[in-house]
């Protein structure tokens, strides 16, 4: 026998969406153990009290969030918390040598004005949130792989990023003609009671919401200004679809070279993500959907061009709560760790 050991990792915000989807993906990693849940309004109760179709796998309690204690046990944390948490847990985690990966929007920003002026709270860990990296794999393997503090995107930024970055990055298009129009399922806005998430308000109908005024778009247009080498503003809309799981994004940009067909594109997003494991890129003709992605951390890519308008259109779907949120912080967390990046994720979703 050897000297095996698990690396030893806890979840804050166990008890929600992101939560659950945590736990469940790192029961199951081969190089951890999940040694602790935190939480507020749950804390005390046994995680089985909460999801009891998981009490044959899961017997631990949640605990009030005492950052003495999740040092102590914990080599890696994640952070599922609402926006404004995290970066109030963080630092201290930091601190003890945590390496930590938060879920929420508070690590994500490189200038923190940007921050405050989206989400509206005003921030002290200036220092910390320099230092943390902006948790895209498929763009940001090598900053991920040296970093102590991942800030995950979030899950429209996600699949409209994965969509779009190729085609800024190799300067394909005129990057203010970029539009994303995207839709979400249910799952989306967490676990929390809402009034507009009830099967009543939401099923059987599909509207735009957060119109030009949606944070995920000072997110899209952070990373799209990077890629491109110039600030950019990007139009962005959100749109609520009455299933519980997925996002379709969609982006139309308008193509620089007019003489550029859909197979050029498709050859050029194969060797962007030629080494990027959970993006597929589709066959000619061929438009993903949401129920591919669903329940694994894959994204789906489908590419087009309209030869009449000059525009590329590109489809991405993913599973909002894996790709978009806790399979790509476990991703995270095994290219910190410098494990294989598909360790312990699912490669295939729930259907058919
Ligand atoms: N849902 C999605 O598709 C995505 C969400 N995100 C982001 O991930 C984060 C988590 O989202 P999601 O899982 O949907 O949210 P949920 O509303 O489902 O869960 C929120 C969790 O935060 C915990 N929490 C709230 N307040 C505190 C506190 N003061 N101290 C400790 N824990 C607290 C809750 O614990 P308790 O129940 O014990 O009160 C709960 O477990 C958010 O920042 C969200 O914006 C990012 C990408 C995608
Ligand atoms: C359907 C729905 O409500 N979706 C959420 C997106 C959730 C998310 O990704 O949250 P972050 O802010 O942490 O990125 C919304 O539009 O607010």
Redesign the pocket.
């Known amino acids: 026998m050897g000297n095996f050991r698990r690396v030893p990792v806890g979840i804050?915000?166990?008890?929600?969406?992101?939560?659950?989807?945590l736990v469940r993906l790192l029961m199951d990693h081969p190089e951890v153990e999940l040694v602790y849940l935190?939480?507020?309004?749950?804390?005390g109760?046994p995680f089985a009290d909460?999801y009891p179709h998981l009490a044959h796998t899961v017997n631990l309690s949640?605990e009030?969030?005492d950052t003495e204690i999740i040092a102590h046990r914990c080599e890696v944390v994640f952070?599922?918390?609402?926006?404004g948490?995290?970066c109030q847990?963080a630092p201290k985690l930091l601190e003890k040598g945590c390496k930590v990966l938060?879920?929420?929007?508070?690590y994500r920003f490189s200038n923190l004005a940007t921050y405050t002026a989206w989400y509206g709270k005003q921030r002290q860990d200036t220092d910390t949130a320099a230092t943390a990296v902006y948790g895209l794999p498929e763009l940001y393997r090598d900053r991920i792989a040296e970093a102590q503090l991942v800030g995950?995107?979030?899950?429209?930024p996600?699949a409209s990023l994965l969509a779009l970055s190729p085609l800024l990055k190799q300067g394909l298009i005129i990057p203010e003609t970029a539009i994303i129009d995207a839709k979400?399922?249910t799952?989306?806005?967490?676990?929390?009671a809402k009034i507009n998430m009830l099967l009543a308000e939401a099923d059987n109908s599909l509207a735009a919401y957060g119109v030009a005024r949606h944070r995920h778009t000072p997110e899209i247009e952070q990373i799209c200004s990077e890629l491109a080498g110039h600030e950019l503003t990007i139009q962005f809309t959100p749109h609520l679809i009455p299933m519980v799981?997925g996002?379709l994004s969609t982006v139309y940009a308008s193509l620089r070279d007019p003489g550029l067909v859909r197979d050029d594109l498709i050859t050029i997003y194969r060797a962007f993500y030629r080494n990027s494991a959970w993006v597929k890129i589709c066959d000619p003709g061929i438009y993903p959907q949401t129920k591919w992605a669903c329940g694994s951390n894959l994204c789906y890519i489908g590419i087009e061009v309209d030869p009449r308008t000059g525009r590329a259109i590109v489809m991405s779907a993913i599973d909002?709560?894996i790709k978009?949120?806790?399979g790509?912080a476990i991703q995270c967390m095994n290219i910190m760790m410098g494990w294989d990046e598909t360790l312990g994720l699912p490669k295939l979703g729930f259907y058919p």
């Open positions: 804050v915000g166990a008890s929600g969406y992101g939560g659950v989807q935190g939480g507020d309004s749950t804390a109760k909460i949640i009030a969030v952070l599922s918390v609402p926006n948490l995290a847990i938060d879920l929420s929007a508070d995950c995107p979030g899950c429209y996600t979400s399922g799952s989306g806005g967490g676990r929390e799981r996002i909002n709560l978009g949120q806790a790509q």
